[in-house]
Each structure stands twice: as structure tokens, then as C-alpha cells.
T-cell receptor, first 111, second 119 residues
Framework: QKEVEQNSGPLSVPEGAIASLNCTYSDRGSQSFFWYRQYSGKSPELIMFIYSNGDKEDGRFTAQLNKASQYVSLLIRDSQPSDSATYLCAVNRDRDDKIIFGKGTRLHILP | NAGVMQNPRHLVRRRGQEARLRCSPMKGHSHVYWYRQLPEEGLKFMVYLQKENIIDESGMPKERFSAEFPKEGPSILRIQQVVRGDSAAYFC?????????????????FGAGTRLSVL
């Protein structure tokens, strides 16, 4: 099992709909989780972080964490064409405090 | 407060030449990370440094690649005798600290990257 797994996509979502991006991780002791957005040819940009079970909302973004299932997700409400990007899930690995990145999910918002 | 600064943004080298990539972390950040990203691929961890120390270089190729973060000045990623397969985007990230200092200190902020092209 890969340490941080994401579906590579592309995930196509109509404009205005909810985009749901999923990520699973293998290290049960991980404590902090991050979502980065990366536009083509640009650097990753932090958009959300979460460390407690449950939901965390910030504007149109909601991060959801379920440590028992080792699952973290990102919901984007009212999707806009400008949300089209690759979304990287990152997990802080407990045993050595290293941030492990998933390969990312390509999201395409259809106008 | 300036962000993570990387230079050059684009670097072109011929096979066999040396490439030097520079990274200045955000003010107040003492931890630097280097990643490589190939087209259509995810971020691959290369090395993690603190001032004057290499903490984890498990992602660095054993030959031709080296990294440093001196007491003064930027962190340098050095690639000797470049080959075409080294062509990639190299990103630097910095963070204030580690999880022992608090989970917020683990947040990594990325520079704009250096795109290396080997002819």
C-alpha cells in the first residue's frame, strides 16, 4: 500500500457542483493533514490543513478527516473553472515527522 | 514578508555541466525541503535540511546530487554532470519547525520552483 494514495483523475465536475477529492494514508499515527492546489506549471499552494477528526470549513472548501478509516477528503462547493488544478494531499508521517505527498488528483471544472 | 525565493526560475544546461539551484526560506523558517517533479508526476521528496545539517537525504540519488544549507546564505541543490533525465521542476519548501514544536510548524510553503532543462 502506498503511503498516501489519491485517484489521479482527471475528475470532471460541472461548474457549480460539488467536487469531492479523496485521499487515504497508511500511517495510523499521522496527526496533521494538508491539501495543496497546484496549477499547471506553478508551485503547490496550501489551501487547507486539518488535524482533528471531523470537518473544517474555509469558504467554499471543506476538509474532512476520519482517522479511524485513515481517510481525508476535500470538498469544493460551487465549483468554478478557476478551481481546475491538481490537488495534492499531504500527510505528516508520525515515525519521522516527514510530510508525504500523494501524486495528486487532476480536477477539471466543466463550464 | 517575502515568501520562499528560488532562483533561477529557469535553468538550461548541456549534458555534463553542473546545475546549482538556490533557495532562500521564508523569514523565520529554519527547515528547508527539496522536491523534484517530473511532468505529469507527483512531488518526490529529495532532502530535508536545517541550518548546517542534512536531516534526511533518503530521496537523493546517491551520485551527482548534493545539498547544503549553510549558516549564512541560501540552501543550494547541486547536480553535477547533468543528464537529460535530470530535466524536471525542482521545488524548495520551508517550514518553521517540526511536529514537536506544534503541528502548525510543519506546514510547508513552496517556492516558485526552478525548471531545469538539460539539452
Amino acid at each position: 500500500q502506498k503511503e498516501v494514495e489519491q485517484n489521479s483523475g482527471p475528475l470532471s465536475v460541472p461548474e457549480g457542483a460539488i467536487a469531492s477529492l479523496n485521499c487515504t494514508y497508511s500511517d495510523r499515527g499521522s496527526q496533521s493533514f494538508f491539501w495543496y492546489r497546484q496549477y499547471s506549471g506553478k508551485s503547490p499552494e496550501l489551501i487547507m490543513f486539518i488535524y482533528s477528526n471531523g470537518d473544517k470549513e474555509d469558504g467554499r472548501f471543506t476538509a474532512q478527516l476520519n482517522k479511524a478509516s485513515q481517510y481525508v477528503s476535500l470538498l469544493i462547493r460551487d465549483s468554478q473553472p478557476s478551481d481546475s488544478a491538481t490537488y495534492l494531499c499531504a500527510v505528516n508521517r508520525d515515525r519521522d515527522d516527514k510530510i508525504i505527498f500523494g501524486k495528486g488528483t487532476r480536477l477539471h471544472i466543466l463550464p | 514578508n517575502a515568501g520562499v525565493m528560488q532562483n533561477p526560475r529557469h535553468l538550461v544546461r548541456r549534458r555534463g555541466q553542473e546545475a546549482r539551484l538556490r533557495c532562500s526560506p521564508m523569514k523565520g523558517h529554519s527547515h528547508v525541503y527539496w522536491y523534484r517533479q517530473l511532468p505529469e508526476e507527483g512531488l518526490k521528496f529529495m532532502v530535508y535540511l536545517q541550518k548546517e545539517n542534512i536531516i534526511d537525504e533518503s530521496g537523493m540519488p546517491k551520485e551527482r546530487f548534493s545539498a547544503e544549507f549553510p549558516k549564512e546564505g541560501p540552501s543550494i541543490l547541486r547536480i553535477q554532470q547533468v543528464v537529460r533525465g535530470d530535466s524536471a521542476a525542482y521545488f524548495c519548501a520551508s517550514s518553521p519547525g517540526t511536529l514537536t514544536a506544534g503541528w502548525r510548524d510543519t506546514i510547508q510553503y513552496f517556492g516558485a520552483g526552478t525548471r531545469l532543462s538539460v539539452l
